[in-house]
């Protein structure tokens, strides 16, 4: 990725494009710089659905219908070739997860599951997931991973679900609009949550560039992000993308509370703070909204997706699930969860982690 030294109020272009980690990649990227030379079908049949190569490769395949790359014609975003190879990709992945996501009976069960959290008393046994792990023993490096990682979804916060709203009407519509409104700053551009993690970005001493983490961050990572994309393009999975917003935005007030703990334990500066502080107030409103009106609405025009919303969280749940996992099984050994380690975290933030002071 680009070494140029970028913060939150650099136009944001598209990134470069990334080194590949097997044939699959090689096969995207090569189409990608050489549209018109020849390159061999690479098999996906055998691929690892949640290995590093076939999600970098679903991933760029993504990307193109987002911010494109550096040096990328945009007209590939429709390239036949390169759409035959991410459907073989798609049914790879999507049929693996079918056959792996533990599952809900009913909605109404995955929705009181995720409504329901174990006892949260810092240090208490039960408390066992990443945000936990941040507010109770995170260090400055752990946060600086954590915020990398999320980078390559949050600089893009709430893109991949706008891709329901013209597959959505009346009720559900209005209110996954309303919802999508507060994301993108309620018309105040700085109030955009993207622009609101580069903020903390910042604060972070991290590079904001729009993907500029893609090469250090994990196949997990990308996973979760790719699931958002695979639901959003796909007309009939937007029961499952329904779902996977709702998980979004039901588990996100807690667990936003505790980063916003972590943040303040390791002296993070204002914006780390407030990107957490604002999503514990405003994702406790739109769960509601989401539960009963983006939900409610769709089920009563479509009832028969109810299913497909059900597989949506319990999908996006077991992708949550083997990322956390990477992260704490990295973090508990001593280890980098990056696949290129960042740079040492900037004195001021280690020295402010040691006594509480804000940088």
């Not at 939900?295 to 949550?320: K, N, R, S």
């Amino acid at each position: 990725m680009s070494n140029r030294p970028r913060t939150s109020s650099t136009v944001q272009e598209g990134p470069t494009l990334p080194a590949p980690r097997g044939p699959l990649s090689t096969a995207v990227l090569h189409r990608l710089r050489h549209p018109g030379v020849p390159h061999p079908a690479p098999d996906t049949a055998t691929a690892d659905p949640y290995g590093e190569d076939l999600q970098l490769a679903l991933y760029t395949c993504y990307e193109l219908h987002y911010r494109g790359f550096e040096g990328v014609d945009a007209d590939l975003e429709w390239d036949p070739a390169l759409l035959g190879l991410r459907a073989a990709l798609e049914e790879r992945f999507l049929t693996a997860l079918r056959a792996d996501t533990p599952a809900h009976k009913t909605l109404s069960d995955a929705l009181e599951d995720l409504l329901v959290e174990p006892v949260d008393t810092p240090g208490a046994p039960t408390a066992t997931g990443v945000s936990h792990f941040l507010r109770d023993e995170g260090a400055p490096e752990h946060l600086r991973e954590y915020a990398a990682h999320r980078s390559l979804y949050h600089l893009k916060e709430a893109d991949p679900h706008a891709w329901v709203l013209p597959r959505l009407w009346g009720r559900a519509k209005a209110a996954m609009a309303a919802v999508e409104f507060d994301e993108y700053g309620g018309g105040r551009p700085e109030r955009v949550h993207a622009r609101l993690f580069a903020d903390l970005m910042t604060d972070l001493d991290l590079d904001t560039g729009y993907g500029h983490y893609l090469d250090a961050t994990c196949a997990e990572m990308l996973a979760n992000v790719n699931l958002m994309s695979l639901f959003g393009l796909h007309r009939g999975l937007r029961g499952a993308l329904v779902g996977h917003f709702a998980t979004v935005e039901i588990t996100s007030s807690p667990g936003s509370r505790r980063l916003a703990e972590a943040m303040r334990r390791a002296g993070a500066g204002p914006a780390a703070r407030f990107f957490y502080d604002e999503h514990v107030e405003a994702d406790a409103v739109h769960e509601q909204i989401v539960r009963r009106d983006v939900i409610g609405g769709l089920l009563e025009q479509e009832p028969e997706l109810e299913e497909d919303v059900t597989f949506g969280i319990d999908a996006t749940e077991y992708l949550e699930g083997r990322f956390g996992e990477r992260l704490l099984a990295a973090w508990r050994a001593g280890r980098s969860s990056l696949r290129t380690p960042l740079p040492p975290a900037p004195e001021a933030l280690v020295g402010a982690s040691r006594t509480g002071q804000d940088i």
